[in-house]
T-cell receptor, first 112, second 113 residues
Framework: DQQVKQNSPSLSVQEGRISILNCDYT??????FLWYKKYPAEGPTFLIS?????DKNEDGRFTVFLNKSAKHLSLHIVPSQPGDSAVYFC???????????FGKGTSLLVTP | KAGVTQTPRYLIKTRGQQVTLSCSPI?????VSWYQQTPGQGLQFLFE???????NKGNFPGRFSGRQFSNSRSEMNVSTLELGDSALYLC????????????FGSGTQLSVL
C-alpha cells in the first residue's frame, strides 16, 4: 500500500524555468517530509525537508510547500538548471518513527 | 568526513544462495537503515537499527535480516535468494532522531540469476 505517491513519473522543463514536482500522501500521522535527489548509480542525496508545523521551507533555489489539509506537498526549483536533471523522491515519516516512506520518484529532465 | 560506505558495489548470485551486504555509517551516526530499490518502485524500507537494536522493520519476509555491531557498522543478510530479490540495496545512516535526514551510500547492486 503506497502511502506516498508521486503521480508524475517524468517531467521535462526548460533551463531557467520553474520545475514543480508534486507528492501526495495518505497517512495523516506523517509529520516530517523530505525530498531527495538521485543520480544513476549513486545513492539518494538529501535536498530539503519540512515539518508539519510549517507550510513552506526555502533553501536557495529549492522551496517545499506543504498543504496538510490536502495531504499534498510540492517541490519548486527556480531557476531550473541542466544539473538538476535527476530522479526526485518524496519521503515522509512519523507514523512508525524512524522509517521513511518513499514515493516512486519523478524523473526531471532540464533541457538547455 | 567520510560518507556511508557499502560493500560490495556489485554482486551476482544464483537462486537459493544467500548473501551478506555490509554498510559502514558516517562516523558518529548511530542509526543505520536499509532500503530496497527495484525498477519502477520507490525505495522500500527494510529495517532500521540504532545502537545494535532493531527499532523498525518493514514488510519483508523473514529471509531478510540484519544486524548492527557496537561500532555502528551494519550487515544485511538475504537467505534463499529469489529472482525477485534482484535490486539495488541502499544503506543510510543518521544521528537517529525522529525526522532526521538520512545520508545514503551508493548501494549494492544485487543480481540473482
Amino acid at each position: 500500500d503506497q502511502q506516498v505517491k508521486q503521480n508524475s513519473p517524468s517531467l521535462s522543463v526548460q533551463e531557467g524555468r520553474i520545475s514543480i514536482l508534486n507528492c501526495d500522501y495518505t497517512n495523516s500521522m506523517f509529520d516530517y517530509f523530505l525530498w531527495y535527489k538521485k543520480y544513476p548509480a549513486e545513492g539518494p542525496t538529501f535536498l530539503i525537508s519540512i515539518s508539519s508545523i510549517k507550510d513552506k521551507n526555502e533553501d536557495g533555489r529549492f522551496t517545499v510547500f506543504l498543504n496538510k489539509s490536502a495531504k499534498h506537498l510540492s517541490l519548486h526549483i527556480v531557476p531550473s538548471q541542466p544539473g538538476d536533471s535527476a530522479v526526485y523522491f518524496c519521503a515522509a515519516s512519523g507514523d512508525s518513527g524512524y522509517a521513511l516512506n518513499f514515493g516512486k520518484g519523478t524523473s526531471l529532465l532540464v533541457t538547455p | 568526513k567520510a560518507g556511508v560506505t557499502q560493500t560490495p558495489r556489485y554482486l551476482i548470485k544464483t537462486r537459493g544462495q544467500q548473501v551478506t551486504l555490509s554498510c559502514s555509517p558516517i562516523s558518529g551516526h548511530r542509526s543505520v537503515s536499509w532500503y530496497q530499490q527495484t525498477p519502477g518502485q520507490g525505495l522500500q524500507f527494510l529495517f532500521e537499527y540504532f545502537s545494535e537494536t532493531q527499532r523498525n522493520k518493514g514488510n519483508f519476509p523473514g529471509r531478510f535480516s540484519g544486524r548492527q555491531f557496537s561500532n555502528s557498522r551494519s550487515e544485511m543478510n538475504v537467505s534463499t535468494l529469489e529472482l525477485g530479490d534482484s535490486a539495488l540495496y541502499l544503506c543510510a545512516s543518521s544521528l537517529g532522531g525522529l525526522g532526521e535526514k538520512l545520508f545514503f551510500g551508493s548501494g549494492t547492486q544485487l543480481s540473482v540469476l
